[in-house]
């Protein structure tokens, strides 16, 4: 699947509306899209960028083979000259975006297309497909690991994820986003990241004893050595199993470095505090208590109150297919065209739902903290080549609802740029970090949320405002069309 060539896996309409500039449009003039998304996933505070990495591997391959011209000379829809066009495609524009790992909110850009038209054009169900997938599995993670207050997470939905890729790169995503490890190996491989795992009621089950199942597998693996205790009975032959082993490789003088049970079944929290009582009583007390079994961040959340005994936590199905939200909703929407003289002329996509009503402009995105604590305070969309002096007033204003502002003094708040250069002229210029760096920076990125804004009910809503520049030239558009008649 890695040598697979992605460069039809989009929409039939994007390659028809392709012809059609390619027929209407001489000069296949530059334009601008923007890709952002409208609502945060889950009901959350936030969202976290993910999947960079794979639109970058997808826009350096992007080209038509003979077999794609062929295939699509075959659908008798598209004419010679069109075709032969194709054959010497390659995406020559301008991207830029935030980077992996960082907090993200809606309606700002997450990717930038300054590019010939056809070319923008053809990119928009790739760059969907792979960040709406990766960010969706990133945003779930976050909140898993949060629930967890420190705990371990180790990702291994691979079996129940939808297919090979998504297997794949949402183990990616779920590491960003926190992970200590992964079951699935060829993510390991592939991305560099630990991984772990135990073993299934099959190796119990396949012995004569549950003991002896046990022996076996601390001997295979007696640095670690965590077993499965609810084949049969959890707290009659599972633990005092478990307990009979751990002893025996104490008085052996094997190392119990990295040890212990994990639960599968039962109720977690009673199950686990009567486990650890007998833990400790046998003298284990670092033993691991581990548990899987349809974990969310809900059910996590609810362990952890109930005062539940396990430190470890794995987490497969809610988390690799984000079951209880499993879309992330992300959008790509032309916002400028370039003109004759160079200038970029700010386009609007007007709706009678307002949060439809799109940015027009070349645009970028600043990030404001608050000075003494780190915290983020608000985002703050404007045009390109916007200037901001931290030590002067800053007036912040809800651009659903202009009147209601916020006014920042000089000197208590601080500015970052989001936005970052990924290609120049259709040349990479920029390196993406390994995926255990980005998932240092993710916990750093999270660590500037107020915790009011990442729990699970009813969070903080942080503020994405537009500067007043990029606000008048919205009003002035808007104003513009309504005088013209376009009102839809």
């Known amino acids: 699947m890695s040598l697979e060539n992605l460069t039809l896996l989009t929409d039939l309409y994007q390659l028809t509306m392709m012809q059609g500039y390619y027929k209407n449009h001489e000069q296949n003039e530059t334009v601008i899209f923007d890709m952002f998304y409208r609502t945060n996933p889950m009901n959350s505070g936030y969202a976290i960028m993910a999947g960079l990495e794979q639109v970058i591997q997808y826009i350096q391959n992007l080209h038509f083979t003979k077999e794609d011209i062929e295939y699509l000379k075959n659908m008798h829809i598209f004419e010679g000259d069109f075709l032969n066009y194709l054959k010497n495609f390659q995406f020559s524009g301008d991207i830029y975006a935030i980077p992996e790992g960082t907090v993200i909110f809606p309606r700002e850009p997450l990717i930038k297309v300054i590019a010939p038209v056809m070319e923008a054009q053809l990119i928009e169900t790739a760059i969907l497909n792979i960040i709406n997938h990766q960010s969706l599995v990133a945003t779930k993670t976050s909140r898993v690991v949060w629930a967890a207050r420190g705990d371990g997470i180790m990702e291994f939905g691979l079996r129940r994820a939808q297919g090979p890729d998504a297997g794949l790169y949402g183990a990616r995503a779920a590491m960003i986003a926190g992970c200590i490890g992964t079951s699935n190996v060829l993510a390991g491989r592939l991305f560099h990241v630990p991984v772990k795992g135990t073993h299934a009621h099959s190796w119990i089950m396949s012995f004569p004893d549950e003991y002896t199942a046990f022996k076996q597998y601390s001997s295979l693996y007696p640095s670690a ?25 104490r008085k052996a003088g094997i190392p119990l470095s990295y040890y212990g049970i994990r639960l599968d079944s039962g109720d977690l929290a009673y199950l686990s505090k009567k486990a650890r009582t007998m833990l400790d009583d046998a003298g284990f007390h670092d033993a691991i208590i581990s548990a899987s079994n349809d974990l969310d961040e809900y059910l996590i959340d609810s362990l952890k109150m109930q005062g539940a005994a396990i430190t470890s936590w794995g987490v497969g199905t809610n988390m690799i297919t984000s079951k209880d939200w499993p879309a992330f909703g992300g959008v790509y929407k032309l916002s400028a065209i370039q003109d004759s003289s160079g200038n970029f002329i700010p386009k609007i996509k007007l709706s009678e739902n307002t949060e439809k009503v799109t940015n027009p402009g070349n645009k970028t995105i600043y990030r404001i903290y608050e000075k003494d604590s780190g915290k983020i305070k608000a985002d703050l969309i404007c045009l390109v080549g916007e200037q901001f002096k931290e030590e002067e007033p800053l007036i912040l204003f809800d651009p659903m609802e202009p009147w209601k502002k916020t006014k920042l003094l000089g000197g208590t708040y601080t500015m970052r740029e989001l936005m970052i250069p990924i290609f120049r002229q259709g040349v990479r210029v920029y390196q993406s970090p390994n995926v255990m760096d980005i998932r240092d920076y993710c916990s750093k990125e999270l660590s500037t949320l107020w915790d009011e804004t990442r729990r699970f009910e009813n969070p903080h809503k942080v503020y994405v405002d537009l500067s007043k520049k990029l606000y008048e030239v919205k009003i002035n558009l808007l104003a513009q069309m309504c005088e013209e008649g376009l009102q839809p």
């Not at 049969?232 to 199993?241: A, E, H, I, Q, R």
């Open 225 to 249: 050595c965590i077993l499965l205790v609810d084949t049969y009975d959890t707290l009659k032959s599972g633990v005092p199993n478990a307990i009979r082993v751990f002893t025996e490789m």
